[in-house]
T-cell receptor, first 115, second 113 residues
Framework: ETGVTQTPRHLVMGMTNKKSLKCEQH?????MYWYKQSAKKPLELMFV???????ENNSVPSRFSPECPNSSHLFLHLHTLQPEDSALYLC??????????????FGQGTRLTVV | SQQGEEDPQALSIQEGENATMNCSYK?????LQWYRQNSGRGLVHLIL?????REKHSGRLRVTLDTSKKSSSLLITASRAADTASYFC?????????????FGPGTSLSVIP
């Protein structure tokens, strides 16, 4: 256990559905991240939140909508996804961004399949 | 273009042998990290090496950093079947902020019992 919990672990959704991924960390961190990992591709950073403020949106399509209500919780709201959005979505947390010598703690990921 | 890139992409060894993976990066950094990922699961941090360090050890792991060549290596000694996983190097693209840490594509290690 890394102290970062993601739910659900697996999700199958149709292209017209709306669903949300949840991430919760119990490490007292103030930075949280969403990553996308597709087959045979490097890990892609999607969003970064530092002290609940979004600091990075890495050109992610608007069908992905993040929400960070507090430093312990991070959501990724999904709507009208495409089959190519099928991937492993990983949440991570770390110390605040100004601490460059820090490590990220990852959740186990949500395996998303869009049909 | 990627900041960090691991080499080889895939490595298969016998249990008990040593495994060496390399990472090359493009811009100057103040630290480099290695992570491990078991199939379909989250990444686990293994080790961080600072730019003023040349070598660091953690158990059976040995990491080296050559800033002049912009490269790092991860050595796993006396490998075990449980070491089978993908290994990633991660480098911050900023010296002042962690938010743009970039992961390489990874090396897939298979340790055959």
């Amino acid at each position: 256990e890394t102290g970062v919990t993601q739910t659900p672990r697996h999700l199958v959704m149709g292209m017209t559905n709306k669903k949300s991924l949840k991430c919760e960390q119990h490490l007292g961190h103030n930075a949280m991240y969403w990553y996308k990992q597709s087959a045979k591709k490097p890990l892609e950073l999607m969003f970064v939140y530092n002290f609940k403020e979004q600091t990075e949106n890495n050109s992610v399509p608007s069908r992905f909508s993040p929400e960070c209500p507090n430093s312990s919780h991070l959501f990724l709201h999904l709507h009208t996804l495409q089959p190519e959005d099928s991937a492993l979505y990983l949440c991570a947390s770390s110390q605040p961004l100004d601490r460059v010598e820090t490590e990220a703690f990852f959740g186990q990921g949500t395996r998303l399949t869009v049909v | 273009s990627q900041q960090g890139e691991e080499d080889p992409q895939a490595l298969s060894i016998q249990e008990g042998e040593n495994a060496t993976m390399n990472c090359s990066y493009k811009t100057s950094i103040n630290n480099l990290q290695w992570y491990r990922q078991n199939s379909g699961r989250g990444l686990v941090h293994l080790i961080l090496i600072r730019s003023n360090e040349r070598e660091k050890h953690s158990g059976r792991l040995r990491v080296t950093l050559d800033t002049s060549k912009k490269s790092s290596s991860l050595l796993i000694t006396a490998s075990r079947a449980a070491d089978t996983a993908s290994y990633f190097c991660a480098t911050p693209s900023s010296k002042t902020s962690y938010d743009k840490v970039i992961f390489g594509p990874g090396t897939s290690l298979s340790v055959i019992p």
